[in-house]
């Protein structure tokens, strides 16, 4: 994932990411936050997790390919924040620097 560059530049951006380690209320705070009728974003390595489950792998499956599946997060994060406005004010439930620290962690 070398070369891997921010959709948009972080200057003049509305966008709010929460971060933060595991349980530390990033994702309650967006949804309250979404709930108060603000834009907000899912955690994608969450959406990712879920929908490998709906696709019937199992937890270990999903663990025992964490280049697989952090490939695929950053991928979604992508996607996402290319669609976004950065002129919009939207709170992001972790961002593009997450996913890749989390990557070149492996």
């Not at 951006?13 to 209320?25: C, D, E, F, N, Q």
């Not at 994702?27 to 955690?43: I, K």
């Not at 996607?79 to 919009?88: G, S, T």
Request: no cysteine; hydrophobic share 35%.
């Amino acid at each position: 994932m070398t070369g891997v560059r921010h959709p948009h530049p972080a200057h003049g951006s509305g966008w709010h990411v929460l971060t933060g380690g595991p349980s530390s209320g990033k994702t309650t705070t967006v949804n309250l936050l979404h709930a108060r009728g603000y834009a907000t974003t899912m955690e994608h390595a969450r959406h990712y997790i879920d929908l490998q489950r709906i696709s019937g792998r199992s937890i270990r499956q999903i663990r025992d390919r964490q280049a697989q599946f952090q490939r695929a997060v950053v991928a979604m994060q992508i996607q996402q924040e290319r669609d976004l406005d950065p002129a919009q004010t939207v709170f992001l439930d972790r961002a593009l620097p997450d996913s890749l620290a989390y990557y070149r962690f492996l």
